[in-house]
């Protein structure tokens, strides 16, 4: 997990989302997942999202319950 803060405007999610697509960066890691986080979220959501972005990132069904009250 990285964590990129700062004042709106500077190009801190334009600076994440360039090292999270390049291939150098892609080809250390199994999966990766983005998501974005507003001022208002619940950690459930954050954890749901992104293990169903693992799940089709490796083009595997999700688990069912996962994409709505299940863990």
Known sequence: ?????????LGKTTLA?????????VAHYDCHAWITVSQSYKV???????IMQFYK???????????????
């Open 17 to 25: 989302k360039k090292v999270y697509d390049n291939q150098k960066v």
């Open 44 to 50: 459930e959501d954050l954890l749901r999202r992104m």
């Open 1 to 9: 997990v990285i964590s990129v803060v700062g004042m709106g405007g």
């Open 57 to 71: 990132a490796r083009k595997e069904f999700t688990p069912h319950g996962i994409d709505t009250n299940g863990f």
